[in-house]
């Protein structure tokens, strides 16, 4: 019997990449400037779990210095390394695919800093085609800013907020009940097909609750993603007769490519919960793919360091409850897609290396060379498989 886990940890960076600068992130290092954080604080962080497998020292080879606080620094369990992005974007769809063995070499459409952001004619067209009563935002902002900013003018005229990031993304945030959520899905599978011209990784209808300047985004959130290019990991285990389970927002990624089934959770816990289920069920040839988001959506891109250390904090403190159910020929990968740091300017992602930490019945424990594709993950796992080898990426073990 043979299964393979990945739980990635969006965002979870380990230090800038060498090509950072081009993106602004030289010296980026998310897990880094959390612990010199939580140093400074007083509370220094301590992830014994993952550390045992070989967090330090990946950071250490990823940035030539230990996470202040970390104390395990030998005798590691796991097989430890780190991965470079061989993709040009520092986006999620570019992380994840990648880590399936379908790097993206060209480059994504993005939309300017400026207001406004999104071509006229589009806009024109999604409000002919939706029959909306027009737009606000039309800018790059941070999601939970902006509807802060125009919830009440969204709520008091009917028009959804419409921004982007340094992402690929064009992003619908409107009121679920005041506008309707599935009003808004509506809108968004029109500017799904709106936006294929311009190269767009995703649209994500991002409604929110609340009233008088007070608004929260909701779990109902949904992307609309461009599928992959090529066939990914997820096709490949799929079509070697192997369930594929995707837990959070995987399926969304894949655009629901190679996936057999979807479960989903509210947040990091919930998921943590899904995963151990899946765990006790999942057969032979199964691989079953996490992503915890909230390290990316509620802390990284917030720039809140507290938050991003508790969440941490947490997720190593069940990872036990998760092991002690792994069974004979199990291997795990913890990784990651991408920087998020939360310290660093702005409210984007950061060009990071990421943590390639195996472990599991399955897992050697030894050092692994630095790996110049983030495939290297995926290839490993498909051999591991027995399922037909990816096109991009050496397997690591
Ligand atoms: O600020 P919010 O809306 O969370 O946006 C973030 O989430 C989107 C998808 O990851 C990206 O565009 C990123 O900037
Ligand atoms: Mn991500
Ligand atoms: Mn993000």
Same mark, same amino acid.
């Given at each position: 019997?043979?299964?393979?886990?990945?739980?990635?940890?969006?965002?979870?960076?380990?230090?800038?990449?060498?090509?950072?600068?081009?993106?602004?992130?030289?010296?980026?290092?998310?897990?880094?400037?959390?612990?010199?954080?939580?140093?400074?604080?007083?509370?220094?962080?301590?992830?014994?779990?993952?550390?045992?497998?070989?967090?330090?020292?990946?950071?250490?080879?990823?940035?030539?210095?230990?996470?202040?606080?970390?104390?395990?620094?030998?005798?590691?369990?796991?097989?430890?390394?780190?991965?470079?992005?061989?993709?040009?974007?520092?986006?999620?769809?570019?992380?994840?695919?990648?880590?399936?063995?379908?790097?993206?070499?060209?480059?994504?459409?993005?939309?300017?800093?400026? /207001? &406004?952001?999104?071509?006229?004619? !589009?806009? @024109?067209?999604?409000?002919?085609?939706? %029959?909306?009563?027009?737009? $606000? +935002?039309?800018?790059?902002?941070?999601?939970?800013?902006?509807?802060?900013?125009?919830?009440?003018?969204?709520?008091?005229?009917?028009?959804?907020?419409?921004?982007?990031?340094?992402?690929?993304?064009?992003?619908?945030?409107?009121?679920?009940?005041?506008?309707?959520?599935?009003?808004?899905?509506?809108?968004?599978?029109?500017?799904?097909?709106?936006?294929?011209?311009?190269?767009?990784?995703?649209?994500?209808?991002?409604?929110?609750?609340?009233?008088?300047?007070?608004?929260?985004?909701?779990?109902?959130?949904?992307?609309?993603? /461009? &599928?992959?290019?090529?066939?990914? !990991?997820? @096709?490949?285990?799929?079509?070697?007769? %192997?369930?594929?389970?995707? $837990? +959070?927002?995987?399926?969304?990624?894949?655009?629901?490519?190679?996936?057999?089934?979807?479960?989903?959770?509210?947040?990091?816990?919930?998921?943590?919960?899904?995963?151990?289920?899946?765990?006790?069920?999942?057969?032979?040839?199964?691989?079953?793919?996490?992503?915890?988001?909230?390290?990316?959506?509620?802390?990284?891109?917030?720039?809140?360091?507290?938050?991003?250390?508790?969440?941490?904090?947490?997720?190593?403190?069940?990872?036990?409850?998760?092991?002690?159910?792994?069974?004979?020929?199990?291997?795990?990968?913890?990784?990651?897609?991408?920087?998020?740091?939360?310290?660093?300017?702005?409210?984007?992602?950061?060009?990071?290396?990421?943590?390639?930490?195996?472990?599991?019945?399955?897992?050697?424990?030894?050092?692994?060379?630095?790996?110049?594709?983030?495939?290297?993950?995926?290839?490993?796992?498909?051999?591991?498989?027995?399922?037909?080898?990816?096109?991009?990426?050496?397997?690591?073990?």
């Amino acid at each position: 019997m043979s299964r393979a886990f990945i739980l990635l940890l969006d965002s979870f960076g380990l230090g800038a990449l060498p090509d950072a600068d081009k993106y602004g992130d030289a010296g980026a290092n998310t897990l880094g400037h959390i612990a010199q954080w939580a140093a400074d604080a007083g509370t220094p962080m301590a992830l014994p779990n993952l550390e045992r497998i070989g967090l330090g020292a990946a950071a250490h080879k990823a940035s030539g210095a230990w996470p202040q606080g970390f104390k395990v620094r030998d005798g590691f369990t796991g097989a430890w390394g780190v991965a470079r992005e061989q993709s040009t974007g520092k986006d999620t769809q570019s992380g994840h695919w990648e880590i399936a063995g379908v790097p993206v070499l060209f480059d994504w459409g993005y939309f300017p800093k400026t /207001v &406004p952001s999104f071509p006229k004619e !589009l806009t @024109d067209k999604l409000q002919e085609l939706t %029959g909306v009563p027009g737009w $606000l +935002g039309n800018c790059h902002a941070s999601g939970t800013t902006i509807i802060d900013e125009l919830g009440d003018e969204h709520v008091a005229s009917g028009k959804p907020i419409l921004y982007t990031s340094a992402d690929s993304v064009l992003q619908i945030a409107a009121h679920e009940e005041h506008f309707g959520l599935e009003r808004l899905y509506q809108v968004c599978e029109a500017a799904y097909e709106l936006v294929k011209p311009y190269n767009i990784g995703r649209v994500i209808a991002r409604p929110f609750l609340g009233a008088n300047g007070k608004y929260k985004r909701t779990s109902n959130r949904h992307d609309y993603a /461009v &599928p992959p290019v090529a066939p990914t !990991l997820l @096709d490949h285990v799929k079509d070697g007769g %192997g369930e594929v389970i995707a $837990l +959070g927002k995987i399926s969304d990624i894949f655009a629901g490519q190679g996936v057999s089934r979807l479960v989903k959770g509210a947040d990091n816990m919930a998921l943590f919960d899904r995963l151990l289920e899946v765990a006790d069920e999942a057969g032979d040839k199964s691989l079953t793919f996490v992503n915890f988001v909230d390290f990316d959506m509620h802390f990284g891109h917030r720039r809140d360091v507290a938050g991003y250390a508790n969440a941490l904090h947490e997720l190593d403190a069940r990872l036990p409850e998760f092991m002690a159910k792994l069974k004979e020929g199990d291997l795990v990968v913890v990784t990651a897609d991408h920087g998020c740091d939360p310290t660093w300017s702005g409210s984007d992602h950061t060009r990071e290396h990421i943590p390639v930490l195996f472990f599991g019945p399955a897992a050697p424990a030894r050092e692994l060379p630095v790996s110049d594709t983030f495939s290297n993950i995926g290839a490993t796992l498909a051999k591991h498989l027995g399922v037909q080898p990816l096109s991009n990426g050496t397997a690591l073990l």
